[in-house]
């Protein structure tokens, strides 16, 4: 069973730095992508924000409105996963979640292909960020 615990989120002024962490326990696929993605306040899961990826040749890709400020990566831990998050401003509060799926089921996730509800792949319960100005 695949279980992806996040951990780290919390509150922020603007300006400021947050560290989210996912650990994966269970997956065992080597090519598989992960990731995170965010759903602002009243925001439906369909409309959850693609953030950040790493693929599975280790390749990364960022969301336009963190390019810059956000730096994905893997831990030396098999299956971790972190999001360093700096120059935090208001529109980055959201709740964060973590991610992982064969390629074509993130890219569809990440393009909006897929719908966030569809089933394949796997998600984390989220952690909350909260970033005041």
């Known amino acids: 069973q695949v279980q992806l615990l996040e951990s780290g989120g919390g509150s922020a002024q603007a300006g400021g730095s947050l560290k989210l962490t996912c650990v994966a326990s269970?997956?065992?696929?080597?090519?598989?992508?992960m990731g995170w993605f965010r759903q602002a306040p009243g925001k439906e899961r369909e409309e959850r924000e693609a953030v950040a990826r790493i693929e599975s040749d280790g390749a990364t890709r960022y969301a336009d409105s963190v390019k810059g400020r956000f730096t994905i990566s893997k831990g030396s831990v098999a299956n971790t996963l972190y999001l360093q998050m700096d120059s935090l401003n208001p529109e980055d509060t959201a709740t964060y979640y973590c991610a992982a799926a064969e390629a074509i089921i993130f890219r569809g996730w990440w393009y909006g292909g897929t719908s966030t509800r569809s089933p394949g792949g796997y998600w984390g319960q989220g952690t909350q960020v909260t970033v005041s100005s």
């Open positions: 269970g997956l065992t696929h080597s090519n598989y992508y």
